[in-house]
C-alpha cells in the first residue's frame, strides 16, 4: 500500500472500524474449572471469558500483560475490609479492570453481598454486543 498526500485517512480509519466489527472477536477456550484450552469461542463467548480472566488475573503480577490489564481484587483478600470499604473499592476495582476492553462501554449497577466467607457480586456489562449480568465469587474477602 503506497500512502499519497491526497490520501483521505478519515476513510481509510473509517474502512478499519467497518473491518473491525466484521470479524468476531475470536480467541482460544478457556475451560476455567480443568484448566485448559481448546477450540476457540468468539462473540459475547469471548467477552464473557475476558471479564472472567481479567478478574481473575492479578494486575502488576504478570510480565506478560501490560498494566491495564488484570484487577486488584487479590489486595482485599485476606484483608479485615468492612462491608463499607466493600461497597465501595469492588465496584472501582472492576470497572477498572474492564472499560479499557473496546467492546466494554460501561459497567454499572452492582450488588455485592458477604457472607463471612466470601463476596458474591453481581453487575451489568453494556457492550457494544448487547447489555447482560455477570456474577462473580470471591472466596476469603
Known amino acids: 500500500m503506497t500512502f499519497s498526500p491526497l490520501q483521505d485517512f478519515d476513510n481509510d480509519e473509517q474502512r478499519d472500524d467497518e473491518l473491525e466489527e466484521d470479524n468476531p472477536m475470536r480467541t482460544y477456550r478457556i475451560d476455567f474449572e480443568l484448566g485448559e484450552l481448546g ?8 467477552l ?6 481479567a478478574l481473575i488475573t492479578a494486575r502488576y503480577n504478570y510480565l506478560i500483560y501490560d498494566d491495564q490489564y488484570g484487577s486488584e481484587l487479590d489486595s482485599l483478600i485476606g484483608q479485615s475490609s468492612t462491608y463499607d470499604l466493600m461497597q465501595a473499592e469492588i465496584p472501582r476495582y472492576i470497572v477498572e479492570a474492564l472499560v479499557y476492553h473496546p467492546h466494554i462501554e460501561r459497567v454499572y449497577d452492582f450488588h455485592i453481598e458477604s457472607n463471612g466467607d466470601g463476596v458474591y457480586v453481581s453487575f451489568f456489562v453494556e457492550s457494544a454486543l448487547g447489555t447482560f449480568e455477570e456474577e462473580v465469587t470471591w472466596r476469603g474477602i
Request: net charge positive.
Open 39 to 46: 477450540g476457540y469461542v468468539d462473540g459475547m463467548d469471548a
Open 48 to 53: 464473557r471469558q475476558f471479564i472472567r480472566k
